[in-house]
């Protein structure tokens, strides 16, 4: 896999036309996230529009509900196709196993990813806001476990969790990183991060960098800069 395959950029944007301005901007990408913003405004049809084009999706739409509902949206948004499709690992073994078994009825199923934890809560929020009562990184590493234990293909978690997360689930278990952040741009509100390079080398599969590229005034200069970074 090259690697500039291993990039995916969020349309976090909210709307098609503003969608499909931004795939034109950045020709060379060939992996995008659909999130729920743009999903719910324009629903299937900016999925229509990047399989027209050959671009490869990942339905990033965080699935959190009983197994039932989850197995009935797991099931709809199977036909379109996609991917990736994510699933929040805390919504419970039962509703990841009806997640499963929705995939494996299907002829073309996505892999499905779990949400070990957004990469906007930190120790601190964890513990005194969600009022977990383990540590952050023993928190993600058992949202993994439960995850794979129960057939999901993968996880989404943190670049700093994913050395650990590798070494424990092994070479078969997606792993797709949000939170990269080049060393030239700004973390935003990403708690925990590193760099493009750093996080591949710590068993990445994917990365997915958005805000530096898209929000730069030369998306297509700063994505070839990355790429290149990744190279080097």
């Known amino acids: 896999m090259l690697p500039q395959e291993r990039i995916i950029v969020p349309l976090d944007v909210p709307d098609l036309e503003s969608a499909i301005a931004q795939v034109e901007t950045l020709p060379d990408v060939t992996f995008w996230k659909v999130g729920l913003e743009l999903f719910v405004s324009a629903g299937p049809a900016i999925l229509d529009y990047l399989k027209q084009h ?7 739409l965080k699935f959190h509900d009983i197994p039932n509902t989850v197995a009935g949206a797991c099931r709809a948004a199977i036909k379109y196709n996609v991917d990736f499709l994510t699933i929040h690992a805390s919504a419970g073994k039962e509703a990841l196993q009806a997640a499963v078994e929705t995939k494996q009825a299907s002829t073309a199923p996505p892999k499905l990813l779990a949400v070990t ?10 513990a005194f806001d969600l009022q977990v009562p383990i540590e952050l990184p023993e ?7 439960l995850a794979q234990e129960n057939g999901i293909d993968g996880a989404v978690c943190s670049p700093q969790e994913v050395a650990k997360l590798r070494e424990v689930c092994g070479d078969n278990f997606w ?8 060393e030239f741009a700004d973390n935003g509100d990403q708690k925990r991060v590193m760099t493009p390079k750093q996080a591949l080398n ?3 599969d994917y990365l997915v960098i958005g805000r530096p590229i898209t929000q730069s005034e030369t998306p297509q200069l700063i994505w070839q800069k990355i790429c290149q970074e990744i190279m080097e």
């Open 202 to 204: 710590a068993g990445a």
């Open 175 to 182: 792993l797709i990183c949000p939170g990269v952040r080049p």
């Open 54 to 60: 050959n671009k490869r999706i990942f339905l990033d």
């Open 139 to 145: 928190y993600i590493l058992k949202m993994a476990m």
């Open 117 to 126: 934890l957004l990469t906007s809560i930190n120790d601190r929020s964890l």
